[in-house]
């Protein structure tokens, strides 16, 4: 690749500089993707724009979790032939030569031939396993080839990748394991990300001490679909690879999501009682309170198990606080099953929940059950699920108040019309401050807080002490 008058050579083909626009949807598994793809752009004279209408490159990152994220992105790319008409046309497909559409992720893994067969605006689709070769897709794009989808599996026995970052904030997102082999009767993932696999242990520490030391970066997130079977082919565990981690010079907070209770091993647990990194957050969906539910989700646990481990991780470190994700309305719940859910969040006191109703994906169990119930008991089992778990919320972030809590600051916003500036603690809460003074600028530094009122959703503070960019 060689550089000449702002112009890159990539092949046969000159890059003239030219704008990518992305629309993401979904988990941060395609966040992090979106990064990686913008990050491969970049070298191909490619630069991020948040205007649509003044790019050169559209790409959809799909999700094809629940239909209404599917509903989204047929919308946006509908959208998009509007765009290629308004420009220039090129006679051979009636839409403007430059401007080219793709859709990648999970939508175009599953459905991306279709996809490029049925939108004439998309140019190509590609698979969620090909990502890291979206430069040669491009290329192939420019060179005038159209209309091809690449939703391949990569063979290869490991899964090794560097993290990619383009942002400039001093939080990484780390891949560890890709993949989901569990198969819960109500789920997409399995079709669309593929079967497990990890990273090995070091390598992740060779990457995460690169981002230490190189690029800044003090808090981690690590990734996968089930993080919990991490290095399960190597011998290796999410737990060991958190004690690593923990050993790193300048990295002052590590997470994990997401997690399936099935795998949280005593060593995970231990993680959380013995590592001073390990953030006191954990996300462990449970789905429903009903054990008939849960069997019938093949969820591989039950309630009581469940409940056990909150306990011990609880004890593990008191600190902790607890998200959950629950689904509503599962094919043939019946009344007694929805109320045991309601029962769960009394049981489990999560500090917040990612509610969903139930929606059927081609392909899975769930979707060829005969599902007595309808939209309408969906929807108000959900909002039951949602107002208790307000309720609940309500009275735990109470116990916030007049506590000090270190924040990590994300941006500067208007609160009711009141600027502030708003954070993130180790227990993943997002908390609202003022500036000391207007010209105070946060963006990215630890601060320590005392929270001086909180609602269910909402928790504001008073700034003590700014700690700066940097700490140990
Ligand atoms: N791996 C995680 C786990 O084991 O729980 C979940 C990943 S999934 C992308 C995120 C959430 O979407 C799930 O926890 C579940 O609550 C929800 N979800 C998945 N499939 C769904 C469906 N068909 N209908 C409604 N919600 C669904
Ligand atoms: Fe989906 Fe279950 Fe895998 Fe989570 S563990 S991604 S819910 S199949
Ligand atoms: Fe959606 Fe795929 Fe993530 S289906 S939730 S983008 S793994």
Redesign the pocket.
């Given at each position: 690749m060689t550089t000449e008058n702002s112009t890159v050579k990539v092949g046969d083909l000159e890059f003239p500089p030219r704008k990518v626009w992305m629309k993401t949807y979904?988990?941060q598994m395609n966040y992090h993707d979106t990064e990686r793809i913008l990050s491969h752009l970049s070298g191909m004279n490619f630069t991020a724009t948040s205007e649509k209408a003044e790019a050169d490159l559209v790409i959809f990152n799909t999700c094809a979790?629940?239909d209404l994220a599917n509903q989204k992105f047929y919308s946006h790319l509908g959208e998009t032939k509007k765009l290629k008409e308004s420009k220039e046309i090129d006679p051979e497909t009636g839409f403007k030569k430059n401007v080219i559409v793709a859709a990648g992720g999970c939508i175009a893994q599953t459905e991306g031939k279709e996809l490029v067969a049925k939108y004439k605006q998309l140019d190509f689709a590609f698979g969620t396993d090909v990502v890291d070769n979206i430069g040669e897709m491009v290329y192939r794009a420019y060179s005038g080839e159209k209309k091809f989808a690449v939703t391949s599996w990569d063979r290869s026995e490991n899964y090794s990748i560097e993290t990619k970052i383009t942002q400039g904030t001093p939080t990484a997102f780390v891949n560890i394991i890709k993949g989901?082999d569990?198969f819960?009767s109500?789920?997409?993932?399995p079709f669309t990300r593929g079967r497990e696999k990890s990273r090995r242990l070091d390598e992740v520490v060779k990457d995460v001490s690169r981002l230490v030391e190189h690029s800044g970066i003090q808090e981690v997130m690590l990734l996968g679909?089930?993080v919990n079977s991490y290095g399960k082919d190597n011998e290796e565990s999410l737990g060991q690879l958190i004690m690593e981690l923990e050993k790193i010079p300048g990295l002052v907070r590590l997470r994990y999501t997401?997690?399936?209770p099935y795998d949280v091993t005593d060593d995970l647990v231990a993680a959380h009682a013995h590592s001073k990194k390990l953030a006191n957050h954990l996300h462990l969906?449970v789905?429903s309170g009903s054990n008939t539910v849960l069997q019938r989700m093949l969820r591989e646990y039950t309630v009581e198990h469940y409940l056990t481990l909150l306990q011990k991780m609880r004890t593990a470190n008191p600190e902790i606080i607890i998200s959950s994700?629950?689904?509503a309305g599962f094919p043939n719940e019946t009344e007694e099953e929805h109320q045991a859910t309601l029962k769960l969040l009394d049981d489990a006191q999560f500090d917040f929940i990612?509610s969903?109703?139930?929606?059927?994906?081609k392909g899975?169990k769930?979707a060829k059950m005969n599902d007595a119930i309808n939209d309408e008991i969906r929807g108000r089992r959900l909002r039951e699920i949602q107002a208790k778990q307000l309720k609940i919320q309500e009275n735990i972030r109470q116990g916030m108040i007049g506590k000090t809590f270190r924040v990590l600051v994300e941006e500067k916003g208007l609160n009711k019309g009141v600027a502030k500036w708003t954070g993130r603690t180790s227990c993943y809460r997002l908390v609202h401050f003022e500036p000391e003074t207007p010209e105070n600028d946060y963006q990215w530094h630890w601060v320590d807080v005392e929270i001086t009122s909180a609602t269910a959703l909402s928790t504001q503070g008073k700034i003590l002490r700014d700690l700066g960019k940097k700490i140990q």
């Open positions: 979904g988990c979790v629940r989901c569990k819960c109500y789920c997409i993932v679909q089930n997401t997690s399936h969906p789905q994700d629950i689904i990612y969903y109703a139930f929606s059927p994906r899975t769930a």
